[in-house]
């Protein structure tokens, strides 16, 4: 199976350390293609910029769908998913969805480590829009403002750990998700020093997104959402838009 890994962020470290990650733990038969945005923000990092990057999500999606067997949004904070897989036949995963789902997977409660405070109250809404309320012991991020985003593993990696290791002593968490596409292969780097199952957001993709191609082979076809109606549009991608009048 061929899987396309985009990062909507524009950095391409970023996608290195995600199809790094990635590529440890697909399965020999897939394919794993990584691609960066060419327009955006270097790190998405509000929902203004996620917003922003969703429509570059449809645009690549639109262009490559018939390449691939399943596509991965590689942000956190999933831009554009919700709109993809009304558009688009192809099975589609996102980061964060797919760590809060596996996150239930190990345990009853789980926490949201960030690299910024920025993120609370939008992560708290991903948590809303799954149903997991339940399932979520809180938010925690490192202080201060992240000055290069190719560093965050290395120079605030103690800072990662304290908040791990609150959230389970004060939050009650069994699970942590380190969230965000720069924090991805950061579980190597720490499982020994936090005593419960660590959710690697990359890792938790990857393995959804494979997961679907098989079982979409399964599902009856006639079971297969229909396209919305075409719409003619005025100055989107020209891709985009006919993809959208069904051209």
Request: hydrophobic residues 40%.
């Amino acid at each position: 199976m061929r899987i396309l890994l985009f990062n909507p962020n524009t950095t391409k470290s970023i996608t290195d350390t995600l199809f790094k990650t990635g590529s440890l733990v697909k399965s020999n038969e897939t394919e794993l293609i990584p691609m960066t945005a060419e327009k955006g923000f270097p790190y998405i990092s509000n929902k203004a910029e996620a917003q922003i990057a969703g429509v570059g999500v449809l645009e690549i999606i639109a262009k490559y769908e018939k390449d691939f067997d399943a596509i991965i949004i590689a942000a956190f904070g999933d831009p554009g998913l919700i709109a993809a897989r009304e558009m688009f036949q192809i099975p589609i995963v996102g980061l964060g969805e797919t760590s809060m789902l596996s996150a239930c997977l190990f345990g009853k409660k789980f926490s949201i480590i960030s690299f910024t405070q920025n993120m609370k109250s939008w992560y708290q809404q991903s948590v809303e829009l799954l149903g997991l309320e339940k399932r979520y012991s809180g938010f925690r991020a490192i202080e201060g403002v992240v000055l290069s985003i190719d560093e965050i593993q290395s120079l605030y990696k103690k800072q990662l750990v304290k908040s791990a290791k609150d959230s389970i002593e004060i939050d009650g968490a069994d699970v942590v998700i380190f969230a965000g596409a720069p924090l991805s292969g950061f579980k190597k780097q720490v499982e020994n020093e936090i005593n419960i199952p660590i959710i690697d957001c990359a890792e938790a993709a990857i393995k959804q997104a494979e997961l679907a191609c098989v079982m979409k082979k399964n599902i009856n076809k006639n079971s297969n959402k229909k396209k919305l109606p075409p719409k003619i549009s005025v100055g989107i991608d020209k891709i985009l838009s006919d993809y959208l009048s069904h051209k």
